[in-house]
């Protein structure tokens, strides 16, 4: 079982900056990914960033060359930098871990609200 804690969420203002993070703990796989997910109100859930243990990363188009991703993988921690955020970007971030074995399990965070407003 792998359990997901996120932090960081809060109020921004546009253009303004945050960075959220998510410890994993408990049975992580050497071969995973951690991602973040969002969901804007009364929309279905998109991917936001993805990054393996490998190091490959992939970003969803509405964040490319604002938010980065990036982990600690000595704390099994992966941490997203938010930046130039827009009302748009307001949303329940989630974390979320893929082990690779035998079968691929999957595991959520609680989620964190980020809401960009003046």
């Known amino acids: 079982q792998v359990q997901l804690v996120e932090s960081g969420g809060g109020l921004v203002q546009p253009g303004g900056s945050l960075r959220l993070s998510c410890a994993a703990s408990g049975s992580i796989f050497s071969i995973n990914a951690m991602a973040w997910y969002r969901q804007l109100p009364g929309k279905q859930r998109e991917l936001v960033a993805s990054?393996?243990?490998?190091?490959?990363?992939i970003y969803g188009d509405s964040v490319k060359g604002r938010f980065t991703i990036s982990r600690a993988n000595a704390k099994n921690t992966v941490y997203l930098q938010m930046s130039s955020l827009k009302p748009e970007d307001t949303a329940v971030y989630s974390c979320?871990?893929?082990?690779?074995?035998?079968?691929?399990?999957?595991?959520w965070g609680q989620g964190t609200q980020v809401t960009v407003s003046s």
């Open positions: 990054l393996t243990s490998g190091g490959a990363i």
């Open positions: 979320n871990l893929r082990n690779f074995g035998i079968n691929v399990d999957t595991y």
